[in-house]
């Protein structure tokens, strides 16, 4: 029997899944994969991938495609700066707004294959600095409204 690890957003907890595998159809779940429920707004990030389909509220949950181009060019895009303290990500050129009807819910950096999250809030400063070094990194966010945005 496959079972998914993966953290909720809701609950900043673990969750262990069992999939229901639907006559054969074995999708894929990959490790770092963003999936959110259309019904109740839960979102989960996969940690330990398998066959089988994530499912909330009895429907199979949608995968969040990671955006990487901003229309407008300036808020959503993380943008990751070295820093003397570690890798400090702030999520566009332009400060997001961080309002309560809009905000970034959590910055990630995936560096040299770990994944480091920090939550955010309303009114708090839409970056955050990562202690760390690493040779290869990447950054991805999270905005309530615009959705998953990666650099």
């Known amino acids: 029997m496959t079972f998914f690890a993966f953290r909720g957003v ?33 979102i989960v990030e996969v940690v330990f991938g398998g066959p089988g389909e994530l499912v909330c ?18 808020k959503h895009v993380p943008v990751i700066e070295k820093t003397d303290q570690g890798l400090k990500v ?9 309002e309560e009807s809009h905000y970034i819910v959590w910055i990630e950096l995936i560096a040299d294959g770990i994944s480091y999250t920090e939550f955010l809030k309303p009114g708090d400063a839409p970056e955050a600095t990562f202690r760390l070094e690493a040779g ?8 309530n409204l615009h959705g998953h945005w990666k650099s």
């Open 90 to 98: 702030t999520v566009g050129s332009v400060p997001h707004p961080m």
């Open 10 to 42: 809701k609950s900043h907890g673990w969750t262990f899944y069992d999939p229901i595998n639907r006559k054969g159809n074995f999708e894929m779940a990959e490790r770092n994969e963003v999936y959110k429920c259309d019904l109740c707004g839960n």
């Open 57 to 74: 509220c009895g429907e199979a949950m949608k995968l969040l495609e990671e955006n990487t181009v901003d229309a407008a060019r300036e």
């Open 136 to 143: 290869k990194y990447t950054a991805r966010e999270y905005c």
